[in-house]
């Protein structure tokens, strides 16, 4: 069974300074990683996916995260917060055992100070 | 272009009354995923959908819970003789294909209350 932890419900960060939404993750066999991001009363939108190859993904608005096999996580990252990147944060995962549902961690609230 | 869209935006129903809930997909989309989000359960797999064949309906809680989808399009996820327990957002994501790499586009959601 494939699973993905959050282990923080909400991280605070001031405005300008960098942030981290920690992700990691348990599945039999090769993972495939999303973050999904969440605004008050709207859908998940997608930010970025790890599939294979480098292990630092890119994605939407200046978003990052880096995939390490050894300690199983998928952290997201961004340099410099901004106030507006205040939302709920989503990590899911899939395996390459064929199952095409996400599974989703409990998700992250990002509060961004100014 | 035009992204997943539910109807409607929210409904509110009496315990045991049925209520039917719409997804349309992005257009060219062959599959389709009802997810629902609750504050103790967080984000749930219900059913997946491969053109109209669903070959994964392990997230189904029970059997008041069922699905179609039609045309390779459109899915309904129609609910029978609700209880309170259903009151959850209802989301629906669609995807290109059902590669694995394949990241889902989600709908804005139902929000389903059930008085």
Same mark, same amino acid.
């Given at each position: 069974?494939?699973?993905?932890?959050?282990?923080?419900?909400?991280?605070?960060?001031?405005?300008?300074?960098?942030?981290?939404v920690?992700?990691?993750?348990?599945?039999?066999?090769?993972?495939?990683?999303?973050?999904?991001?969440?605004?008050?009363n709207?859908?998940?939108?997608?930010?970025?996916?790890?599939?294979?190859?480098?292990?630092?993904?890119?994605?939407?608005?200046?978003?990052?995260?880096?995939?390490?096999?050894?300690?199983?996580?998928?952290?997201?990252?961004?340099?410099?917060?901004?106030?507006?990147?205040?939302?709920?944060?989503?990590?899911?995962?899939r395996?390459?055992?064929?199952?095409?549902?996400?599974?989703?961690?409990?998700?992250?609230?990002?509060?961004?100070?100014? | 272009g035009?992204?997943?869209?539910?109807?409607?935006?929210?409904?509110?129903?009496?315990?045991?009354?049925?209520?039917?809930?719409?997804?349309?997909?992005?257009?060219?989309?062959?599959?389709?995923?009802?997810?629902?989000?609750?504050?103790?359960?967080g984000?749930?797999?219900?059913?997946?959908?491969?053109?109209?064949?669903?070959?994964?309906? #392990?997230? !189904?809680?029970?059997?008041? @819970?069922?699905?179609?989808? /039609?045309?390779?399009? *459109?899915?309904?996820?129609?609910?029978?003789?609700?209880?309170?327990?259903?009151s959850?957002?209802?989301?629906?994501?669609?995807?290109?294909? #059902?590669? !694995?790499?394949?990241?889902? @586009?989600?709908?804005?959601? /139902?929000?389903?209350? *059930?008085?």
């Amino acid at each position: 069974a494939q699973s993905v932890a959050q282990p923080e419900d909400q991280v605070n960060v001031a405005e300008g300074n960098p942030l981290t939404v920690k992700c990691t993750y348990s599945v039999s066999g090769n993972p495939y990683l999303f973050w999904y991001v969440q605004y008050p009363n709207r859908g998940l939108q997608f930010l970025l996916k790890y599939i294979t190859g480098d292990n630092l993904v890119k994605g939407s608005y200046g978003f990052e995260a880096e995939f390490n096999k050894s300690q199983t996580s998928f952290h997201l990252k961004k340099p410099s917060a901004l106030v507006s990147d205040s939302a709920l944060y989503f990590c899911a995962v899939r395996d390459n055992g064929g199952r095409r549902a996400l599974t989703f961690g409990s998700g992250t609230r990002l509060q961004v100070q100014p | 272009g035009a992204g997943v869209s539910q109807s409607p935006s929210n409904k509110v129903t009496e315990k045991g009354k049925d209520v039917e809930l719409r997804c349309d997909p992005i257009s060219g989309h062959t599959a389709l995923y009802w997810y629902r989000q609750s504050l103790g359960q967080g984000l749930e797999f219900l059913i997946y959908f491969q053109g109209n064949s669903a070959p994964d309906k #392990s997230g !189904l809680p029970s059997d008041r @819970f069922s699905a179609e989808r /039609t045309g390779g399009s *459109v899915s309904t996820l129609t609910i029978q003789r609700t209880q309170q327990e259903d009151s959850a957002v209802y989301l629906c994501a669609s995807s290109l294909g #059902s590669d !694995l790499y394949n990241e889902q @586009f989600f709908g804005p959601g /139902t929000r389903l209350t *059930v008085l």
